[in-house]
């Protein structure tokens, strides 16, 4: 239960992407339950639909539209019809993801450009195509990073680049797109309990006590913590906050460079 008032974003609309499963969904669910008429976005509409119908069952409203970050003109198209079902956008959630555990030497190039293409490419197509569909002012943008972006993590290396690649994509989005009154700004997770990232990359418990115990608070953060920051960041609460990379991890980025074992 989110511990803000009810109905914050009472009449507004959000593009989710990324908004079948894990973050992306429970973001989109905040969003919902704070009256915000949400656009799933995924590749898998099967997983959009069940996404949708857990919504809808509670009140809210959702709609889904199947496609890929990659395609721009896919996302040209979901963007328009969110608009044209919704009305002009005030969210838009950059949250589509892609991650394996492999070294470099054990990477291929294709493997190394998916991963850029999801993460970087995507939150690019996302923002780039969404700018004429939105509430001009108080829009927010909204992308989901990781610590990556400034922490190197053997392993990880096409991750790091792909993220520190959407820091500075929406610090530069906030300088150029400021002056319209559109706020642009980065939630940095850490490790997070039932996710699919989370069970890639610490698969065993042994794995999972071994990351917790790098934590300063000693626990993964949960899905609900990072829906209440995303909330906050697109309420009038967060009306003079832009360019922003807003970390919650436990502490877990203060530690020193790790690693990632492949399974």
């Not at 409203?61 to 956008?89: C, K, N, P, S």
């Not at 195509?129 to 943008?141: C, D, F, M, Q, T």
């Not at 053997?154 to 150029?176: F, R, S, W």
């Not at 608070?217 to 990379?245: M, N, P, V």
Request: hydrophobic residues 45%; contains cysteine.
């Amino acid at each position: 239960m989110s511990v803000f008032r009810e109905n914050l974003l009472n009449g507004k609309v959000a593009f989710v992407t990324g908004g079948g499963s894990g973050i992306g969904q429970r973001i989109a669910e905040r969003f919902a339950e704070h009256g915000a008429k949400v656009m799933l976005v995924g590749r898998r509409q099967e997983k959009l639909d069940a996404a949708a119908a857990a919504i809808q069952a509670k009140g809210g409203t959702a709609g889904t539209a199947a496609t890929d970050v990659r395609d721009y003109a896919g996302m040209e198209a979901a963007l328009a019809r969110t608009r044209a079902e919704f009305g002009e956008i005030d969210i838009v959630l950059c949250g589509a993801a892609g991650n394996f555990p492999a070294p470099v030497l054990g990477m291929s190039a294709n493997g190394f450009k998916a991963v850029i293409d999801i993460d970087l490419v995507g939150t690019f197509n996302t923002c780039r195509a969404a700018y004429e569909h939105l509430r001009k002012p108080g829009a927010s943008v909204i992308a989901i990073s990781a610590s990556h972006a400034f922490q190197p993590i053997a392993n990880q290396a096409h991750v790091c680049a792909g993220k520190a690649g959407v820091d500075l994509l929406i610090k530069t989005l906030a300088i150029e797109w400021g002056p319209a009154g559109v706020r642009c700004n980065c939630i940095t997770p850490g490790p997070t309990a039932e996710t699919e990232g989370m069970a890639r990359l610490a698969p065993t418990e042994a794995a999972r006590k071994g990351v917790e115990a790098r934590v300063p608070l000693q626990r993964f953060g949960t899905k609900d913590e990072l829906a209440d920051l995303a909330l906050f960041l697109c309420s009038s609460a967060a009306a003079y906050i832009t360019g922003g990379i807003y970390l919650c991890d436990g502490g877990s980025s203060l530690s020193r460079s790790g690693s990632v074992t492949p399974e």
